[in-house]
Each structure stands twice: as structure tokens, then as C-alpha cells.
């Protein structure tokens, strides 16, 4: 062909390619967004199945940032700075970007160019407005129908499934039980693939914190709410604060007492994130509390490597005589999501882009793939996998790194919950192929206990209007605000110095923690309860 003729050619083609798609932009100038995304995924490939269709069809580029070290301190030298991306999401840091001036109002956007993000977020909206109206961001879930079950329940007392079976499959009560569990197959087994046994580990790396200061709750029966937990009293709902708690006590004694005994790690207080994924995927641990989005890298890789090494969750409390209800009721973390900033130069581009994701078909391909290649749908419209898809989605590294839909999943607008056509958007959710979809080794440990998800282990959630306090946000600067960053500090500098501290001192460095904690709480209580009074009333 003619040079000439084959560069009209090829112009030709790139018009009716873009015609055909949809695109935002023209094919010959892709628009590139810059985002930064407060999560620790690895820089992406640069090609991906998913990916390079999203590119095709919208014609954007993401230049993306992840999070690299502690998230509040990169906030903080954001904003200092005044270097913004086009997009952020920072988790519950987002808020921060508000109050400095640096975000751009929604309404109007979504109004005129974002007809799926309208419609798709249209019953959570009135939560979404902040005190002036405007929405600032999107959460990353959007719930538009049917709520959906899961496999794993939010959170737990995870315990190696190798312990559960040599004891016989007990179910796991009490703190007591399940540390006695451990301890005992440390003793018959010290050593695990020739490496020392490790019996319990928590995570306390940076904001990832919580993981072990917010267990007191847990221990009470509550579900995660926070640093604080509203408590029905009288008809109302009064926030309580339990760091102070007998349960927090009884908690961190008992962990002083397991790390004395050597069975909590002696790394467990300096371990980043990485290391404590790293330690629990190579089966050498036996238990750690967590939620679930937390350790699940590591249970997927499990599955994949040494399925009897998997974790088990239970709904482990204080006492046995405390009613347990440690799982969430469905809800949108309405107060933080995907933003555009002042810096974003094409924000209805950003806006369209934002609302491509969002739509149904495209959720389907970022959450199961390409239908007939990575998914079947039966006669009644339902999807599901053959083995060998199945095979492919259980590699976690396939999963993100050749398929790609967790670059486009964790922190942009996605879906979750039931269809109108009674498919879940998220797969591992898919109504009565939890269990048939589940590994041989899950099953094992279901069919064990007579459960077909191991949600099933714990009851049912309490239906709350206000759920959960911690997507309540304290004004930047206000007293609340210091008292919270102080309270923190707090945790940060003693919880590790009772744990690990002499047995015969920790009554000492509990009485120092809680006189050093103690004068931080009231600001916070201060906002909390007027922020549940209102949504109670306005919810």
C-alpha cells in the first residue's frame, strides 16, 4: 500500500475505532490522568487484559502513584507541598484534602456528564454531602441493589486449619480457648517445614495499627466500629470508649503473657506490612486477628501453595455469657473515596472516566472477565467458572498482574451486592456457588463444622442505621482532631511496651497507659455523639 494511502488508512481506522467504543478522548491523543492511590498494590505492568481494554475503550491513561511507607505522612507532604494528581484516593485521609481547598465539588459534574455514577449512587447520595452540600468523592462501593453474603466474615480470630484439625475441629469461644490451642501445638510441634513454629503475630504497622488496638471491641462483641463504640442505652445509642476496658486489660495481659511464653512473635512490633504477609503465607504461623481484606493476600496464596496451612476465622470474645455480633451490616464508607483535585486540568474528562468504571458491564469485566473466557453464564443467566477458570482466578498473581482487575478495583467506583439479574458483582460472592466454588481445603474445614461459608460461624449482623463510627471524620485542626492524633500516640508507645514488657510489670505499664490515654477521649466522644444523634435521626 501507497505511504501515503496507508497513514489515511490508519487515521481512518483510529476515528471508527474510537466511534465505535465510546471513547473519551480520540484515539491519536490519549488523555493521561495522574492518581494516586493510598494502597500498597506494585507499579502496574503496563499491560493487562483488563487494563488494555479499559484503554481502548475510554482512550485514558492512568499514571498512577501507590502508596509507598505511612499514608498520613504522605497526606500530610501533600498538602504542604501543594503537588496534587489529577485523582486521589487516600482512605479516611481524603477528607484532609477538603478541608484544605483542594478538592473539586461533584454535584455538577455528575449532574451533566456522569448519568451511571447518578443513578448508581442515587440512594446513598444525601450521605455523601458534607455540611456545605457538596459531594467531594466517591466511595469505592456502591451497593444500587440486593446486599450479597460472603465466603469470610470482615474480621476474626484467625487460626491455622492444621491446629483445628489435630484438636478435633473445636469451635473457638473464648481468648482462652483459642490461645490454649495454639500454645499446645507449638509444644507437640516447635518446628514447622524445618523453620521454628510461629503461634500468634499481629500487625501493627503504621496506620494498619488497628489491627491490634481495636480488638477490646471485638472481645465485647462488637463489630468494628472504630476507636470508640456506641452502646445501646435506654433507647439511644451513647459512644463508649474501650481502651480502658476490662476487655482491653484481660487482652493485653493475655498477650503479655503469650509473648513471654514465646508464642506472639518477637518480630510482631517491627514488621511492615510486607513482612507480616510474608510470615503468614509461609505456613509457619498459627494464628492472628485481623480483617479480612488484611490477610487475604496471604490466604490466597495459601490456598495456592500449602492448603493445609489456610486460616480459619472465628468469633472469638472474652467471656462465652457475651452475645457475639462481630460482623458488618452492608454499607458505603461515605466518608472517603475516589476525588478530583483543584490540579486536575480536565475534570469532566476525570468525570466521565470515573463513570465508565462505575457502569455495570464494565464492573463485570473488571470483577469476572470477559464472558465465554474467564466466565460462563448458565441457562437462567446466572455466571459461574469451569475449573480451569477457576484455576487461573485462584492465583492471585495472574489475577492482578495478567488479568488486572485489582488496578481498577480497590480504590475507584465499584460495585458489590446482587444484581437485578441475581449475579454478584464481586464472584466470590456469587449466591450458591460459595461453597461449590470454594477450594477442596475450605471445604474440608466447612464440611467439618456443617457450614457452607464460614460466615457461618458467627451470628448474624445487628442492624444499626448509623453504622459504622469510623466513617465519622474529625474536623482537621479541631480539638477532636489533636485529642485523636495524641490518643494514637499513646497506643503507639505503650501497647508494645505491655506486651512486651515483664510479666510482673505489666500491671505498672497498664496503670502508665491508662493514665497517659485517659485525658484524650472526651473531645472525640464530643463529635461522635452528635454525629450519631444526627444520623439516627436523618439516616
Excluded at 444525601?126 to 446486599?147: F, N, R, S, T
Excluded at 472481645?219 to 439511644?236: A, Q, S, T, W
Excluded at 470474645?317 to 486540568?345: F, S, W
Excluded at 478495583?409 to 446482587?418: E, K, T
Aim: aromatic content about 12%.
Amino acid at each position: 500500500m501507497h505511504l501515503k494511502r496507508k497513514v489515511l488508512f490508519l487515521l481512518l481506522l483510529a476515528v471508527l475505532t474510537v466511534a465505535a467504543t465510546g471513547a473519551i478522548v480520540t484515539a491519536q491523543q490519549p488523555k493521561v490522568f495522574t492518581v494516586f492511590l493510598g494502597e500498597a498494590l506494585p507499579d502496574y505492568p503496563g499491560s493487562t487484559i483488563v487494563g488494555d481494554i479499559i484503554e481502548k475503550e475510554t482512550g485514558v491513561k492512568l499514571q498512577r502513584e501507590y502508596l509507598v511507607g505511612d499514608l498520613e505522612t504522605k497526606v500530610g507532604l501533600m498538602i504542604a507541598s501543594g503537588e496534587l494528581p489529577d485523582m486521589l484516593n487516600c482512605a479516611h485521609f481524603t477528607s484532609l484534602f477538603k478541608d484544605a481547598g483542594m478538592l473539586i465539588p461533584l454535584n455538577d459534574l455528575v449532574e451533566k456528564y456522569a448519568p451511571n455514577i447518578k443513578r448508581l449512587y442515587a440512594k446513598h447520595w444525601e450521605q455523601l454531602k458534607q455540611d456545605d452540600g457538596k459531594v467531594y468523592w466517591l466511595p469505592i462501593q456502591a451497593i444500587p441493589y440486593g446486599a450479597d453474603e460472603a465466603k469470610y466474615p470482615e474480621l476474626g480470630f484467625f487460626i491455622s486449619k492444621k491446629v483445628l484439625k489435630e484438636a478435633g475441629w473445636p469451635r473457638i469461644k473464648t481468648l482462652d480457648q483459642y490461645f490454649d490451642l495454639i500454645e499446645n501445638y507449638v509444644k507437640k510441634h516447635p518446628k514447622i517445614n524445618g523453620q521454628p513454629t510461629i503461634g500468634y503475630v499481629t500487625l501493627f504497622d503504621s496506620w494498619r495499627s488497628f489491627a491490634t488496638t481495636n480488638v477490646p471491641q471485638h472481645l465485647l462483641g462488637y463489630p468494628n466500629e472504630g476507636e470508640f463504640v456506641p452502646v445501646m442505652e435506654e433507647g439511644r445509642y451513647i459512644v463508649r470508649q474501650y481502651h480502658t476496658s476490662n476487655a482491653a486489660y484481660a487482652y493485653y495481659k493475655k498477650l503479655n503473657e503469650m509473648y513471654n511464653k514465646g508464642i506472639v512473635d518477637k518480630e510482631t512490633f517491627v514488621m511492615n506490612y510486607d513482612q507480616y504477609i510474608e510470615k503468614l503465607s509461609s505456613g509457619r504461623v498459627l494464628g492472628t486477628f485481623n480483617q479480612y481484606w488484611q490477610v487475604q493476600e496471604a490466604q490466597e496464596l495459601l490456598l495456592r501453595d500449602d492448603p493445609e496451612s489456610i486460616f480459619v476465622p472465628f468469633p472469638v470474645v472474652l467471656d462465652e455469657l457475651i452475645e457475639e455480633h462481630q460482623r458488618d451490616i452492608p454499607y458505603i464508607q461515605a466518608t472517603q473515596g475516589i476525588a478530583i483535585t483543584t490540579a486536575c486540568k480536565d475534570p469532566v474528562g476525570a468525570i466521565k472516566f470515573l463513570d465508565y468504571l462505575i457502569r455495570e458491564d464494565t464492573q463485570i469485566l473488571i470483577q469476572w472477565g470477559i464472558k465465554d473466557v474467564h466466565y460462563k453464564v448458565d441457562n437462567e443467566g446466572h455466571f459461574y467458572r469451569t475449573e480451569e477458570q477457576k484455576k487461573l482466578f485462584n492465583d492471585p498473581e495472574w489475577r492482578r498482574d495478567v488479568f488486572g482487575g485489582p488496578y481498577f478495583y480497590n480504590s475507584f467506583c465499584s460495585l458489590r451486592g446482587i444484581d437485578p439479574n441475581g449475579n454478584s458483582f464481586m464472584p466470590d460472592r456469587q449466591p450458591n456457588l460459595i461453597y461449590s466454588d470454594s477450594q477442596p481445603s475450605e471445604k474440608e474445614v466447612m464440611d467439618a463444622y456443617g457450614i457452607k461459608a464460614f460466615t457461618e460461624l458467627y451470628n448474624k449482623p445487628a442492624e444499626k442505621k448509623y453504622y459504622p463510627l469510623w466513617t465519622i471524620t474529625m474536623p482537621a485542626g479541631s480539638p477532636a482532631h489533636i485529642e485523636e492524633t495524641r490518643l494514637k500516640d499513646v497506643l503507639n508507645a505503650y501497647v508494645p511496651k505491655m506486651v512486651m514488657s515483664k510479666t510482673k510489670d505489666f500491671d505498672k505499664v497498664w496503670n502508665e497507659y491508662v493514665k497517659a490515654i485517659t485525658p484524650y477521649m472526651k473531645e472525640q466522644i464530643k463529635v461522635y455523639q452528635e454525629q450519631i444523634d444526627w444520623r439516627m435521626e436523618n439516616w
